[in-house]
């Protein structure tokens, strides 16, 4: 899909007068302290949905909980704090089992949470490249300690057909992406890039994460979709000069229409698994590149199931 076209996009088709009660739904969203992934909750629960605002501290996510509760009046659903860390993956466990232990089903996981352009060497609890740590081997760890509870919530008698979701938030592919999406050193981890290439390669890892899942769980009933949320001001430029993120300012939409585009990935009926979509809730296409990388040559694996085996091996120990 044109660039001009996921910059540019018409108005949202998709948003919270679509949507039903979502009373005894339930929905985990990273990231949800601020920006999309905050407004995002809001939506959510407006409906009366059960939302947990992931966040890396109890103060962050208390804040997030806190004004997602005075924005929205008279919700009959419940919103609460989850404490997890993308960047530290010890957290993630430890917040999976208490998020179990209190609910017995999860509708739909946003991977909404991540980073971007920190400062040059920047690097996660774990030794990791700040940026593939928290967008991609923190949400892949958490889906996969989550997978049991998504499998579980498939099958239930009230579940409706495809209810059961995980959102990959990537990026707008078409600038700044390596081509084929991602390269690797020579003991085959993803190589360390510059600035926003680097930023770009983890996007993509999202992207190969959600193809490569849903082909995976098709059986089990969990959708994988993946997509570009829009151009928007959030805190995620944060890292970015000043001018040009003015510059960014002025230009771009309120974080509220990347949370429609995280809504139809999320809760729209026409939603297929592996697919990706685009501003503000449409269906799109990435580069033709990066849906070569999905196919392997003869014997060789793709690029797509090298990443996807690469961050089982290094999450593993976290399980």
Known sequence: ???????FPPEPQFTESNLPDLSGRVFIVTGAASGVGLELAKILYSKNGTIYVAARSSDRAKV??????SAVRGSRGSVNPMILDLA?????????HDFQFKESR??????NGAVMTPPAGSKSVDGYDLELATNCLGGFLLARLLHPTLKATASAPQTAHNGVRVVWVCSLFNINTPKG????????NPAQLKAMENYMQTKVGGYFLACELAEDQATDGIIHVSLHPGLMK??????????????????????KYGAYTELYAGLSPDVKTGAFYVPWGRPGSPPSHLEA????QGSEKSISTRFYEWCERETSRFI
């Not at 997030?64 to 509760?69: A, F, I, M, R």
């Open 181 to 188: 999406g991602m390269r690797f050193d020579s003991a085959g």
């Open 106 to 111: 999860l509708d739909v996981l946003f991977l």
């Open 1 to 7: 899909m044109s660039t001009f076209s996921q910059m």
């Open 234 to 255: 959030t805190e995620l430029q944060r890292h970015i000069p000043a001018p040009l993120r003015f510059a960014m300012g002025k230009v771009f939409k309120g974080p």
């Open 293 to 296: 990388s999905l196919k392997g």
């Open 88 to 96: 530290n993956l010890a957290t993630i466990r430890s917040a999976v």
């Open 64 to 69: 997030g909980v806190d004004t997602v509760q």
